[in-house]
């Protein structure tokens, strides 16, 4: 089934602990982004990609990092979790030309920090 | 700074029709789109309006008026599985996209 797979669903973590939230694509979109959600908040970008190899900071970036290695795979590491991360995640893909350039989400991730 | 209002909660009635409406203020205007979410579950694309007017796609219609900063989404014939957030988001000048926080829609029988 074509989407975006994200990984872990869930997961609890102790603060200051190193964790890496995954996701892959296989509708060969350019882009790909992180967004955090929180309650009575709007998405909130994170990092983005444009194109494998490159990636750039959203609007809340600082306490994660991003890689681009290839076009399907977009992974999300918090070196040292704080509290304040703990959120849901989603993922995101889109194709980067003139027209709508549509998001579609994965399943999102949603991750405790105790 | 960038801002995308919509209300927080609304709540309609199984058959009826609601308007969510979304108001923004951003540094330029590349499309305006509206997500349907499903609690629990990811963000779905509804529908995209760049240029003024209406853009009806079945039951649901979406209306942009950009000299206004203004957009609504109209859903017709509620059904019980309409019961979700709808967010609007904005696409700016540097081709980022402005997350309204979602209006939570109640559907009662």
């Known amino acids: 089934i074509a989407g975006i797979t994200q990984a872990p669903t869930s997961q609890i973590l102790a603060a200051g602990r190193r964790m890496t939230l995954r996701c892959t694509q296989d509708m060969r979109h350019n882009a790909m982004y992180w967004y955090r959600q929180d309650l009575g908040l709007g998405l909130r970008l994170i990092h983005y990609?444009?194109?494998?190899?490159?990636?750039g900071k959203g609007e809340v970036p600082d306490g994660y990092s991003v890689s681009r290695a290839n076009t399907d795979d977009f992974p999300l590491t918090l070196a040292s979790a704080v509290p304040s991360q703990t959120s849901v995640y989603f993922c995101a893909s889109s194709d980067m030309g003139t027209g709508a350039n549509v998001l579609t989400f994965g399943a999102g991730s949603r991750l405790t920090v105790l | 700074g960038q801002n995308i209002d919509q209300p927080t909660e609304m709540t309609a009635t199984e058959g009826a029709i609601v308007q969510i409406n979304c108001t923004y203020q951003t540094s330029g205007f590349n499309g305006l789109f509206w997500y349907q979410q499903h609690a629990g579950e990811a963000p779905t694309f509804l529908s995209y309006n760049v240029l003024d007017g209406l853009e009806e796609k079945g039951r649901f219609s979406s209306f942009l008026s950009r000299s206004k900063g203004y957009s609504y989404l109209l859903l017709k014939e509620l059904q019980m599985k309409d019961s979700a957030s709808y967010l609007c988001a904005v696409r700016d000048s540097n081709y980022q996209l402005i997350w309204g926080a979602g209006t939570k829609l109640i559907i009662k029988p």
């Open positions: 990609s444009n194109t494998a190899g490159t990636t």
